[in-house]
């Protein structure tokens, strides 16, 4: 158990957030509200009843209640409201710069247009003191086709995303599947992520950086279970974007103190804490750092490392990247 001073370093403590999925942060009650602003039917009588069922046995569990909540979102207004509900939560737990994940798919699907989507959730991340970019992620349930076709609509707003991802079912869904979609991408100079080995095998790892050339993992956290592959990420320092209330939730792991995000830094390697959907999972960025320090032996030095990592492994400019580094040592240096 941590005790008081560790928790107020944590809470205080300068951080980014790299692994958000901004539907992922839809609370129940702002779900009802837009359910009721634009009319739209759902299958759960109210807030309570909608919670209850946030009990989850696997990734595709969640995916199936996280889709039907995303079904209240139509209009711009939607989007930004949502964004900004996350961006005052991220700023209470002092988070600095965030990259925020979106799903086009899940609302062009739906008849949403691509700038309904993207202009409403640019917006709000404009008008937040947060500094915030978007990262636009494939499902990787769909086809290649489909998101070639996802990106070219999302072209034209080119300027207010800066990086690709891949998320949605892992297994059965490998990153080869989506090869020539990214080689397009990294032609067209956006930042490269995808999710792999939350669910999926190592070798999903070790395919997203051979074959889809990402720049950070989602997740990545069963690469432990290949010696080789943990050198790599080691020597090349990949960052991992590690959820561990998530991994949790949806049973990667059974308890947070089987959690293996302390062997992770003790392999030599670039993990971040992230919250990956704050309101499925009981809890936005510091809850997870509460969560994992108290279950695991962890104390300041992995804080400032955690924190540290979290803006080494951002997609920042040099100069403000050295900027955060150096307002996190400030801030250790100073308890
Ligand atoms: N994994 C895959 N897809 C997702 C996730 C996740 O953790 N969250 C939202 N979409
Ligand atoms: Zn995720």
Do not use: W
């Not at 970019?133 to 086709?145: A, K, P, T």
């Not at 999926?200 to 069963?222: C, Q």
Request: proline letters at 4%; one cysteine or more; aromatic letters at 10%.
């Amino acid at each position: 158990m941590m005790n008081d001073q560790l928790r107020a370093v944590l809470q205080g403590m300068p951080k980014a957030e790299l692994h958000i999925h901004i539907e992922g942060s839809l609370e129940p009650e702002l779900i009802f509200a837009l359910a009721e602003r634009n009319r739209v039917k759902l299958a759960y009588p109210g807030v309570e009843a909608l919670r209850a069922a946030y009990a989850f046995s696997d990734l595709q569990s969640f995916l199936d209640i996280y889709y039907a909540g995303a079904s209240v979102l139509l209009q711009e207004q939607d989007f930004y409201d949502m964004t900004a509900a996350y961006l005052a939560r991220a700023a209470a737990d002092n988070v600095r710069h965030t990259e925020i994940f979106f799903d086009p798919q899940t609302h062009t699907a739906r008849g949403v247009p691509m700038q309904t989507v993207i202009d409403g959730i640019y917006r709000a991340c404009q008008d937040s003191p947060v500094s915030a970019s978007l990262i636009l992620c494939f499902l990787r349930h769909l086809s290649e086709e489909d998101a070639f076709a996802t990106l070219e609509a999302a072209l034209p707003f080119r300027d207010k995303f800066i990086g690709i991802g891949l998320d949605s079912s892992e297994v059965g869904h490998p990153p080869e599947k989506f090869a020539r979609v990214f080689a397009r991408c990294k032609e067209l100079g956006f930042h490269l992520v995808a999710h792999a080995g939350e669910e999926g095998p190592p070798a999903y790892i070790e395919t997203a950086l051979d074959l889809l050339k990402v720049e950070r993992v989602d997740h990545g956290v069963r690469c432990l279970e290949d010696a080789a592959l943990t050198a790599r990420l080691a020597r090349e320092q990949i960052a991992l974007t590690v959820c561990p209330l998530s991994n949790i939730k949806l049973r990667v792991f059974d308890k947070m103190e089987q959690h293996n995000l302390l062997s992770l830094l003790d392999a030599g390697l670039v993990a971040t804490v992230n919250s990956d959907d704050p309101a499925y999972f009981g809890g936005y960025l510091n809850e997870n750092f509460f969560a994992t320090f108290d279950a695991l032996p962890l104390g300041l030095s992995h804080a400032q490392r955690l924190a540290r990592n979290s803006f080494s492994a951002a997609f920042l400019p040099a100069g403000q990247k050295q900027a955060f580094l150096d307002e996190v040592d400030a801030y250790f240096a100073a308890v």
